[in-house]
C-alpha cells in the first residue's frame, strides 16, 4: 500500500497560481503512475494530471491543458501541479491517486487539499 498526502490548497483568486504537492510513501517501489483528480461540489470526481514514474510521460485532462503542469522528484517520492491561470471553475478538492494495475478505483489516494478561486 502507497499512503499519499497532498498539501498546497487553499485560497486564491481568478489568474492566480497554486503549487499542490503529493508526497508517497509506504510501497512506491513498484509505482508506475500517480495521477491527480479533483471533485467540486455536486459533481463526479474527474481526471486532472499523471505523470509515468519512470519515463516521466505527461497526461492533461482538456480542461487544464495549457494552465496546469505535473512533474516530480522521484528522489522525494514526490509529485507537483503547478497551476496557473486559474479560474473560479478549478474549484475543488484535489487528490492524488496511485492506480492498482490501471485502475485508479482499488487504487490508493490521498486525503484531499482544498483549492478555491474566487472570482
Known amino acids: 500500500q502507497v499512503q499519499l498526502v497532498e498539501s498546497g490548497g487553499g485560497l486564491v483568486q481568478a489568474g492566480g497560481s497554486l503549487r499542490l504537492s503529493c508526497a508517497a510513501s509506504g510501497r512506491t517501489s513498484g509505482m508506475d503512475v500517480m495521477g491527480w483528480f479533483r471533485q467540486a461540489p455536486g459533481k463526479e470526481r474527474e481526471f486532472v494530471a499523471a505523470?509515468?514514474?519512470?519515463?516521466?510521460?505527461?497526461y492533461y485532462a482538456d480542461s487544464i491543458l495549457g494552465r496546469f503542469t505535473i512533474s516530480r522528484d522521484n528522489a522525494k517520492n514526490t509529485v507537483y501541479l503547478q497551476m496557473n491561470s486559474l479560474k473560479p471553475e478549478d474549484t475543488a478538492v484535489y487528490y492524488c491517486?496511485?492506480?492498482?494495475?490501471?485502475?485508479?478505483?482499488?487504487?490508493?489516494w490521498g486525503q484531499g487539499t482544498q483549492v478555491t478561486v474566487s472570482s
Open positions: 491517486a496511485v492506480p492498482k494495475g490501471s485502475d485508479y478505483a482499488v487504487g490508493d
Open positions: 505523470i509515468g514514474w519512470n519515463a516521466g510521460s505527461t
